[in-house]
């Protein structure tokens, strides 16, 4: 399973837009990508502009797939200029969190 970290400063004009367009870019990504598993947005409550991107593919071709897709072109023409900076990391997901669960009661954290 690849795991795709991705990390961006938006301009602070364009943050309300921004929160709009990639969240609507997840979504597309889970309804109608096969391959993607997960796709998390986060938003830093502290500093406005940034935002943390977790997405879970099955395979270097299905990220391939979502960078190919129509909804991704769409997305990254109409935010391009409003990113201060963005920085996305690759990893190899090595314990899934359905496996270290299997058969455990979830136990409230105080």
């Not at 997305?75 to 190899?92: G, H, K, L, P």
Request: neutral net charge; charged residues 25%; hydrophobic residues 40%.
């Amino acid at each position: 399973m690849l795991a795709v970290t991705v990390a961006f400063e938006i301009k602070p004009a364009f943050v309300a837009a921004f929160r709009q367009e990639i969240v609507a870019n997840a979504q597309a990504s889970v309804r109608d990508e096969q391959g993607c598993r997960q796709f998390d947005v986060c938003e830093d409550s502290a500093t406005p502009g940034r935002f943390f991107l977790y997405e879970l593919y099955e395979s270097r071709a299905a990220f391939d797939a979502h960078l190919a897709s129509l909804h991704f072109a769409r997305f990254n023409e109409t935010t391009e200029r409003w990113i201060v900076s963005r920085q996305a990391q690759f990893m190899t997901r090595i314990c899934p969190q359905s496996e270290t669960r299997k058969n455990k009661p979830r136990r409230d954290v105080p």
